[in-house]
Every structure is written in structure tokens, then in C-alpha cells.
């Protein structure tokens, strides 16, 4: 079974503080990604990365920064929190197909609040 | 550009009913990759299916069936004598080949709730 697991369920931080938020999956997928989820909205893609220290921007990305120092593991970064970043952020992973898409599987997601 | 679209924001039932749930895509590539996921309380995404573009047939899983039509650009969701525990949103999701990593342009979700 893929495992895509998230640091946190919920987190609360103040606006202006550097929020990480973590991602680690165990299948040796090659692509991660993080989406934001709002209500009305649906999933944006922020952020994805295809490989280590290798990052695309998606749909969405200021505001936002990422790492991937590791396979397993793909980072989103709020370098200064603000309001309107408050929501449910969601990563998930998938092998690089040759070509293909291949299915995403997603992490049970962390909500985030800024005050 | 991609899109999706899901017009029915929220849909009640009873238990046992039929539900359909729609989806509606837009692109431009000939190749494309079309997937639902579910969305229970809890709030993790799970995979139900992927289809891609060049495969119309027809899919059916149990009480869930799914209909392919390229020529309407849609990718249906069918689920028969629906269950409490179908209660979800339900997320349309496409992709398009593009050789590597590609995320996914999501719907905006149908909220599916069934009524014992």
C-alpha cells in the first residue's frame, strides 16, 4: 500500500512566522506535489517536483517555496505566514511514467490556520 | 488551458438510490488522463479510478460505474444503491501528458450526501 504521510493534522501559527510543513511517502516515488484545498475552490497544484533538489512551479506558487533534499521527502515553505494561507494543504506522490500520468496518491493533508 | 468542471456543487439522496455525478473536461491534447477520487470526512483523498484518453470503455467496480464519453468531453460517475457510507465529495481530476511529473487540474467537487 502507498504511504503518504504529513507532519501534522492541524497546525496554527501567527501571521509572519515561517511555517514547514512536511511530506514523506515510502513507494520510491519520483513526483511529489502540494496542492492547497479551499472550500469552492477545489485542489490547485502550488508546487511539484520530479526528482531531488528539482522543483517545478505550479498553478499557485507565490507565497510559497519548496524543498527536496531527499526522495522521500518534499517540503512546503511559507517564508512569512499571512491570512489568506490559511487552508488545507495536501501532498501527494506518483512514479514518474515514462511519459504517462500516473495516479497520485495523497497524504490525509494538514489544515492550516494563520491568525 | 485545462479545466474542469462539475456543475452539481452538492447532491442528497436516499440511501439506495441511484446517484450520477458529472464531469465535464476541456484540453487541447489528444492524449489525457481523467481520474475521480473520493474525499470522506475524514479528509484524505482516495483513488477510485484513472482513465486515459485513448481507452472509451466503460468501467465498472461493484456499485460504481464510470462513462467515458470523448465526444461530449465527459467522464461520469454512476453509483448504484448508494450507502450511507458513500457520503463524500467527489473529485473530477484531469491531466495532460506531459512527459514527466504533471500535476492534476481538479474539479471543484461534487458534495455527495445519502440519507439513510
Not at chain 2, 456499485?63 to 470523448?70: A, D, E, L, P, V
Request: charged residues 25%; negative net charge; proline residues 3%.
Amino acid at each position: 500500500d502507498v504511504k503518504v504521510t504529513q507532519s501534522s493534522r492541524y497546525l496554527v501559527k501567527r501571521t509572519g512566522e515561517k511555517v514547514f510543513l512536511e511530506c514523506v511517502q515510502d513507494m520510491d516515488h519520483e513526483n511529489m506535489f502540494w496542492y492547497r484545498q479551499d472550500p469552492g475552490l477545489g485542489l490547485r497544484l502550488i508546487y511539484f517536483s520530479y526528482d531531488v533538489k528539482m522543483k517545478e512551479k505550479g498553478d499557485i506558487p507565490e507565497g510559497y517555496s519548496v524543498s527536496r533534499e531527499k526522495k522521500e521527502r518534499f517540503s512546503l515553505i511559507l517564508e512569512s505566514a499571512s491570512t489568506n494561507q490559511t487552508s488545507m494543504y495536501l501532498c501527494a506522490s506518483s512514479f514518474l511514467a515514462g511519459g504517462n500520468t500516473d495516479t497520485q496518491y495523497f497524504g490525509p493533508g494538514t489544515r492550516l490556520t494563520v491568525l | 488551458a485545462q479545466k474542469v468542471t462539475q456543475a452539481q456543487t452538492e447532491i442528497s439522496v436516499v440511501e439506495k438510490e441511484d446517484v450520477t455525478l458529472d464531469c465535464v473536461y476541456e484540453t487541447r491534447d489528444t492524449t489525457y488522463y481523467l481520474f475521480w477520487y473520493k474525499q470522506p470526512p475524514s479528509g484524505e483523498l482516495v483513488f477510485l479510478i484513472r482513465r486515459n484518453s485513448f481507452d472509451e470503455q466503460n468501467e465498472i467496480s461493484g456499485r460504481y460505474s464510470w462513462n467515458f464519453q470523448k465526444s461530449t468531453s465527459s467522464f461520469n460517475f454512476t453509483i448504484t444503491a448508494s450507502q450511507v457510507v458513500d457520503s463524500a465529495v467527489y473529485f473530477c481530476a484531469l491531466s495532460e501528458s506531459g512527459g514527466g511529473a504533471d500535476g492534476l487540474t481538479f474539479g471543484k467537487g461534487t458534495h455527495l450526501i445519502i440519507q439513510p
